[in-house]
């Protein structure tokens, strides 16, 4: 970690995006539309004092990001938008929501995977590798350790453990001040 951190005002920024993640996992049910949730998702960021950081970020020959969090259906990998996938979500549907905020100055940002009712037996393996590489390359994070150990223990479980493959140039980013 920099010595130049923050580390209440990065944590708050966190608990921000954790406060809204917990929301929304008692808000999404089936039969809501994405717009709905993306919604839900500035109408708390709003009532937390924060605001998000995707909603009108622009890379360079890129339209600007339309909405408050990244939201992907099924099979759409990452940076979902409502427009990605107009139809209510479904019994079976497992959606995952980004969302990246800015609060006193620092960036939170989490994605976390909800199934809407029901899930597949590979929707729940998917699901549980997705929690159980998290934990594996937690793990691995002490004083002096590289980031890469983390990547590592990420991708070992992941490719070699539990059948599923990571997608190349989609593996994180860091946060700070800036996205």
């Given at each position: ?19 809204t ?28 004092r ?22 992907s ?17 479904k ?15 620092w ?34 994070m ?36 800036k996205?």
């Amino acid at each position: 970690m920099s010595p130049k951190i923050d580390v209440p005002r990065a944590t708050a920024a966190a608990e921000c995006v954790v406060k809204t993640h917990f929301h929304l996992a008692e808000f999404i049910r089936e039969g809501m539309t994405l717009a709905q949730i993306d919604a839900e998702v500035a109408r708390t960021l709003d009532s937390l004092r924060c605001k998000s950081c995707f909603l009108g970020y622009k890379i360079p020959r890129t339209p600007p990001f339309p909405c408050h969090a990244c939201l992907s259906v099924n099979d759409c990998v990452v940076h979902g938008t409502v427009a990605s996938h107009t139809a209510p979500l479904k019994e079976g549907d497992i959606i995952s929501i980004d969302i990246g905020v800015t609060h006193q100055g620092w960036i939170g940002d989490a994605a976390w995977t909800y199934a809407i009712k029901s899930r597949s037996e590979k929707a729940k393996a998917l699901m549980d590798c997705g929690i159980e590489s998290l934990r594996r390359g937690i793990a691995t994070m002490q004083p002096g350790t590289q980031l890469i150990e983390f990547a590592r223990a990420v991708q070992t479980y992941v490719e070699s453990e539990s059948g599923f493959h990571l997608t190349r140039g989609l593996g994180g980013h860091g946060i700070g001040r800036k996205l």
